[in-house]
């Protein structure tokens, strides 16, 4: 089983674990077209390759970034989830 | 094979007999012996083979004989090999028509030309005559039989911790954990045998070595030792499956050692599966460990120096060696042909000349013949380069009469955990051997798996290993010691000789010749995964461990290309078989109970099960039918008051300047704007916008709210809600107190009247309006009171902290006992709120309904900046809906459809039923259902297709059912 490291407990095996899927940057609601709005609604990319996901330690309910490489199976940085804000738009019109 | 005089370092007890019954009849062995060498003793041959029903016999004596399974005491398929012998055992052959000796199916043996590699591919692709072939097949094929009335033996499963696994405790293994526990850390040793030390020790000087290091290790506070445990696979981050006798362990380990050795590697030419043609590894140990020599006049087939070492040890031990054959020209061994190690290879090689052993240099083993017994008698062998791939001239043969064969043609490296555990390999030409390669941090190789072979060089590269191990797992600097490899060959690069009448045999588990394999190539199958599939060469028990290398070496040979082009199949776990009884769970069930399931119990509650909570379905009483019951329920809360347990309700808590912010974008509706003391119902919706869950939110002050989610999602909501609001930043925070607070709807006209004489709160319609939220004591308990209308009465969601919910459930109960009170369950609840229209979610919803198509457009606020799931519904609303959630109520009162039934419409499915219950209130089926917008016209006539095909007439109805007008949940007002 592997270790993931929490960037609040530590490294824990990764069944205290849930992936809450890719980072994703929505378009501004307000401004973009139906058809981008269903691309980021339905479609994921699958490509491997090095990406930001969510990760939540379900024992302590923290959230966190970890940035995985895919196709090895190498997690090489968390980080708390402001990271997710310095990422991106996240999908609000506020 | 015989017993010989007492050997020095042997492991058996030869003053306790031990008894028991082979095939019916008596037989004996030694406390220590194993099956196979307790039986081998006294038989010629121990078992029969898959295919044709060969005799066969000991192998290799390592955990790798997968001829010789057994069945004991009803277990199937017991290993021999390893398995101790006890008083009393009953062991019989497996797969076998009638017994060891007279098994019919010997006569397959025969028949073996008619049965090409990839037979059933071949015979049984008509479909019509298949599954009388499957039954024959199934009849003939398998090993042990399955004991179906045996015993259930569960077995403990155990998490273990070390800094530095060791796995294997040879020489280089043992070197490793010493190293290391000198460093400081903590070490476990696996091994697969009874007792430490490898079977490579082959003279004194290394025998003396050995006991030293297994007293150091034994004797270390740092180490601990599992013997007869095999490592059986290797997961991420060192995670490792430790099969012992009577457990399995799951180590982790800081960093792991892997001292797997080598795997001897047979010899192919006609005949070698006879019994008596055996490893020369496995007659060592037979030798070394159960004091029995192999036979009294056997021959070496020979390509390395540990046969000649082998020789030498068991001449010393009394026994007559008729002759060596070697493979080598002269040319290509002895002393001055190698490097390191060489004065001991020339050494042994001379000592076997100074013995008068015959040594046959250049010549290849061409056939075995077998005697009356079965066992083998003769060995003919011819000059190696006249064996070529139509076999050898008549000529050219010389037969020599012996009692046993035994090959020292080369190893296999057994590094598939390594390549489990991820790291490459790469075939040395050299060594003819795969050897590790990019190993990934924290694994380490030594000794015979990382190609390095002479003792002292191995214990070297076992320190090595050790140290820088223990260094990974933060103890000590690590060695800097580079060890070379060995550069003298072990291993033949072609052991593999033609003979036109076959039985030359790669695969000794499913019986694979040289042709089979040549044959799959030609036909097709020439990488060594198609190989593998195609022939099923490594897929028996024994995963290929003597057959993978020499068929990789007749792949190349017919691609005609060098082997480090094939490359290795893919090694999966598990690296042995482990008995399933290892690896059961022990069915363990999540099931939460609410703070009051006893009292259900008492109350003679039915159970259901609603996600992982355990619910009361209803509550039986004496002399009422299910139906009867459920309906009284149901009538206590339309007439007088019912209490039911909603205690499974998903509960938080959310404080913060932001928090009706962050409600109004998790929620559809609109929060900030809620006024404090009140509730409003919420749907929540994904971004696709499609209903997820449901709830009521109380605003309990300005910067503080407290609602629910729905019994199946409140672990997925409120950790959705977690991450949105780690997203977001707003400054609010959410707190799951589903746990910490029970919850009970008190429902009916009589409600406020009972509760008011418990509550320090003015239920005056005045003051507590309907969807207004309170805190206030009842019965002497701080609770949070919200006025609901879910079932369509007057009624009070009482949320209490978990700890007080007996008391204010008794107290409700006692207090209700004159208005005859009664507790209903989730059956009453659902006619209740169907009669009133309510949607469940996941219920009348699916992971497709928005809420236009279910009918809750008054619950979403498009005019709010942002909710998750707006941009969506923007667009959804402007299509129009696909389907419309409507009332139906059933034309036939005497029948009913169930719920998933589909709505049929001009020959085409245009809806499905979702809800679906008698109402006794209403005097009719209702139900809800998923239609086609042109269907969904209130007084419109729909055909449901129920049970049998069977077409049922209803009628679409507008909702509520029951009290259109909603008085009785806002005024409280008796009809």
């Known amino acids: ?94 | 094979m015989y017993r010989l005089e007492p050997q020095a370092r042997e492991w058996i007890d030869r003053s306790t007999v031990l008894r028991f019954s082979f095939e019916g009849a008596p037989c004996e062995g030694y406390a220590g012996d194993t099956l196979s060498s307790a039986l081998a003793a006294s038989h010629p041959y121990l078992a029969r083979s898959f295919k044709y029903h060969r005799p066969r016999g000991v192998l290799s004596c390592a955990n790798q004989d997968s001829n010789a399974l057994f069945q004991v005491d009803g277990i199937p398929n017991v290993r021999g090999d390893v398995t101790l012998l006890r008083q009393g055992m009953h062991v019989t052959a497996v797969n076998t028509f009638g017994g060891l000796a007279r098994d019919r199916a010997r006569v397959l043996d025969r028949f073996a030309r008619f049965l090409p590699v990839g037979f059933y591919y071949k015979a049984f692709h008509s479909k019509r005559w298949f599954p009388r072939w499957e039954r024959m097949f199934r009849a003939i094929t398998g090993l042990g039989a399955v004991t179906l009335s045996a015993e259930r033996r569960t077995t403990p499963k155990r998490y273990g911790f070390c800094d530095v696994l060791v796995i294997g405790g040879g020489p280089s293994g043992l070197a490793a954990a010493l190293a290391a526990a000198e460093a400081g850390a903590r070490v476990t040793v696996v091994d697969e045998a009874h007792r430490l030390g490898g079977t490579s020790a082959l003279n004194d000087a290394e025998r003396q070595a050995l006991d030293s290091l297994v007293r150091d290790v034994q004797a270390s506070a740092r180490i601990a030792v599992l013997s007869a445990t095999a490592a059986v696979g290797c997961y991420a981050d060192r995670w490792v499956a430790l099969a012992e006798p009577r457990r399995l362990t799951k180590m982790r380990a800081r960093a792991v050692v892997f001292a797997t050795g080598v795997i001897e590697q047979p010899a192919v030419f006609r005949n070698n599966d006879l019994p008596g043609v055996l490893l020369a590894s496995g007659a060592w140990r037979l030798a070394e460990r159960y004091g029995i020599a192999p036979g009294r006049h056997l021959v070496m087939v020979a390509a390395n120096m540990e046969a000649y070492a082998v020789c030498r040890d068991l001449a010393a031990r009394g026994v007559n060696i008729a002759a060596i054959v070697d493979l080598r020209a002269a040319s290509e061994a002895g002393p001055g042909a190698a490097g390191a190690g060489a004065a001991g290879a020339g050494a042994d090689e001379a000592g076997c000349a100074s013995l008068g052993i015959p040594i046959l240099k250049g010549f290849a083993p061409y056939e075995a013949f077998a005697g009356a017994d079965g066992r083998v008698c003769a060995l003919a062998v011819a000059p190696i380069d006249d064996v070529g791939r139509g076999g050898a001239a008549a000529e050219s043969l010389r037969r020599i009469e012996c009692d046993a064969v035994l090959m020292s043609v080369g190893f296999a490296a057994a590094g598939q955990l390594l390549l489990q555990a991820g790291a490459g390999s790469e075939f040395s030409a050299g060594l003819q051997q795969f050897v590790p390669l990019d190993l990934p941090a924290g694994l380490l190789a030594a000794g015979r798996v990382n190609g390095v072979y002479e003792f002292g060089a191995r214990l070297a590269d076992g320190r090595r290993a050790g140290a820088q191990a223990a260094a990974h797992a933060g103890f000590g600097a690590g060695s800097a010691a580079s060890i070379e490899r060995s550069t003298r060959r072990p291993s033949h690069p072609f052991p593999v000789f033609a003979h036109p009448a076959g039985k030359n045999f790669v695969d000794f588990d499913e019986d694979l010749q040289v042709k089979d394999l040549e044959n799959a190539a030609q036909e097709g199958f020439d990488s060594s995964e198609l190989l593998k599939r195609y022939s099923t060469v490594g897929m028996g028990p024994s995963q290929g461990k003597h057959s993978h290398m020499n068929a990789l070496r007749i792949l190349a040979r017919v691609r005609r290309v060098p082997v480090e082009e094939l490359g290795l199949t893919t090694f999966r776990p598990m690296y042995h078989p482990v008995p399933l009884k290892l690896l059961a769970g022990r069915g363990f069930n999540v099931e939460r109970r609410t703070p009051l399931d006893a009292r259900h119990g008492a109350l003679g509650a039915v159970w259901m099960s609603a996600g992982n909570w355990r619910r009361a379905e209803y509550y039986a009483v004496e002399g009422e039918t299910r139906e009867q019951s459920i309906e009284a329920e149901v009538e206590a809360v339309r007439t007088k008051v019912g209490l039911i347990d909603v205690s499974t309700l998903g509960k938080i808590e959310l404080y913060g300047p932001q928090a009706g912010a962050f409600l109004d974008r998790v929620y559809a509706g609109s929060y900030a704007s809620l006024q404090v003391g009140m509730t409003r119902y919420g749907l929540m919706l994904d971004e696709s916008g499609v209903i997820i869950d449901d709830g009521v939110i109380a605003r309990l002050g300005a910067e503080r709210f407290y609602f629910t989610t729905t019994t199946g999602g409140s672990a997925t909501v409120f950790r959705e809600l977690s991450r949105l609001n780690a997203l977001w930043g707003l400054d609010c925070a959410l707190v799951n107190v589903t746990g910490h607070r029970a919850a009970f709807n008190f429902a009916g006209p009589a409600s406020r009247e009972i509760l008011q004489s418990l509550a320090d709160v003015d239920l005056g319609e005045a003051s507590f309006p309907y969807l207004a939220a309170r805190e206030g004591s009842i019965a002497g308990v701080r609770t949070r009171v919200l006025r609901v209308g879910f079932v369509g009465e007057l009624g009070y969601e009482i949320h209490v902290p978990a700890s007080a919910a007996a008391r204010v459930w008794q107290a409700l109960s006692e207090a209700g006992r004159p208005h005859a009170l009664r507790p209903f369950g989730v059956e009453a609840q659902r006619v209740l709120r169907l009669e009133k229209g309510h949607l469940i979610v996941g219920q009348d919803t699916d992971g497709l309904t928005d809420p236009f198509e279910a009918g809750a457009r008054w619950a979403v606020s498009m005019k709010k900046p942002f909710f998750v799931g707006q941009r969506s519904l923007k667009i959804l609303e402007s299509r129009g809906p696909r389907q419309k959630l409507t009332g139906i109520e059933v034309l036939d009162a005497t029948r009913a459809p169930k719920e998933c039934h589909l709505v049929i419409d001009r020959g085409a499915i245009a809806g499905r039923v979702t809800s679906v219950a008698r109402s006794r209130t209403l005097g009719k089926t209702i139900g809800l259902a998923m239609l086609a917008p042109p269907l969904a016209e209130p007084g419109r006539e729909i055909r449901i297709r129920a049970e049998g095909g069977e077409m049922l007439a209803a009628r679409v109805v507008a909702v509520p059912f029951y009290d259109p007008g909603n008085l009785r949940q806002r005024a409280g007002r008796a009809a």
């Open chain 1, 1 to 94: 089983m592997k270790i993931l490291t929490c960037p609040l407990n530590g490294p824990r095996p990764v069944s205290e674990f849930v992936y809450g899927g890719e980072v994703r940057h929505a378009p501004d609601p307000d401004r973009c077209s139906d058809a981008e709005w269903s691309d980021y609604v339905f479609n994921r990319s699958g490509s491997p390759g090095i990406k930001y996901e969510w990760w939540c330690h379900i024992a302590s309910g923290f959230w966190f970034i970890a940035l995985r490489d895919t196709t090895r199976d190498v997690v090489s940085a968390t980080y708390p989830a402001d990271k997710a804000r310095e990422l991106g738009p996240v999908g609000t019109s506020s």
